[in-house]
């Protein structure tokens, strides 16, 4: 077994914090993965799997465990059964950034606005990350995986996995445990290959972000450019001069909540429907059709509010912290919990908790945390 001398949680997470494991192992070939994942759950110890490290926060106390760190590299370009599409097969432990420019710089487009952010391309579709318009689950065709419950190793469909705003059925929710508890090994995207060539934005959150009309064009490098500069400006990429970015990204989810409730908030709070308005399909079986088709009862759509709106307008403005704390609100970002020199996770924690019962106070409703919590409660 690759087993290595345990580092601090804290030199491998972004936010910076966390002791070290009582045990490390460090995978960097998909056998060496397969086999440390079924040894360690052969023994029923703790475990959890570390990618970039970029979506957990870590509790103080030494975690007793075991962390394997998914070190695995690799890109495989494979063809589509779609005309103009490409097909790229990733290793899990692969930067998720080095594959935006690697597609990009192959004039793959579908993933260039979700350029900068930080992590491995294994832990994006149980995220389903995203950003300004794109997700992962737009390109996802499938995902190799290796279940605990089995040890077996099989390819699952994006079908499969729940995928939804910043979920799936593989995400440790705050509080609860995942759906199906298993490792993605291998992920395979879908992408349009449109070279380098200049055409128009399709998606209206992306144009206005990048300050474009409909009908401008530009290429895809563009557009990574001007991605990247826009989420430098909001402390969104990992920089070691720049304290904003020791964080885990938004610490908190936009909220999404019934039509009703988003009616109880300010008008001025930005707001986005989640699903469409679809009429419901009334199946009647033939025997039992009278001629007579009962009203469909309409339903409103949910509704996503901004986080970063509720926080600000509960008096918790950009660069906060509590008196006498190393942990503030990122200078640039009201999403960003940022770790401001040797925080203490308890400093990051109390934090997040005095941000949640300002929003619960003034709005009713509890913002919930984005990152994966390990060793540490709200």
Sequence with gaps: MPAVTPLPLAQLTTLRTGG?????IDATTADELEAALRDVWSSGEPWFVLGGGSNLFVG?????????????????RMP??????????????HDWDALVAHAVAEGLAGIEAMSGIPGTVGAAPVQNIGAYGQEIVQTLVEVELIDESTGEVSTVP?????????????????????????????????L?????????????????????TPDQTVSVAWIRDHVLETRRRKGMVLDADDPDTYSAGSFFQNAVVSASFARTLPDECPRWPVSPDLDPVLVIPLAAFDGYVPPVTATESEVKVSAAWLIEHSGVRKGFKLPRSRAALSSKHALALTNRGSATAAELAELARFIQGRVQSEFGLILQPEPVLVNVEL
Excluded: N
Aim: net charge positive; aromatic share 4%.
């Design 20 to 24: 070290a494991p009582a045990r490390m």
């Design 60 to 76: 103080d106390e030494s975690f007793e465990g075991t962390v394997v760190r998914i070190l695995t590299r690799g890109i495989e």
């Design 80 to 93: 589509s059964p779609r005309p103009g599409f490409a097909r790229l097969r990733v290793q899990a432990g």
């Design 158 to 190: 994006a079908a499969e996995l729940g995928l939804g705003f910043r979920t799936s059925v593989l995400k440790h929710h705050y509080g609860s445990v995942p759906e199906r508890s298993a490792v993605i090994l291998s992920v395979t995207l879908e």
């Design 192 to 212: 349009a290959d449109v070279g380098h060539t200049e055409r128009p934005i399709v998606g209206e959150q992306l144009r206005s972000a990048l300050g474009l």
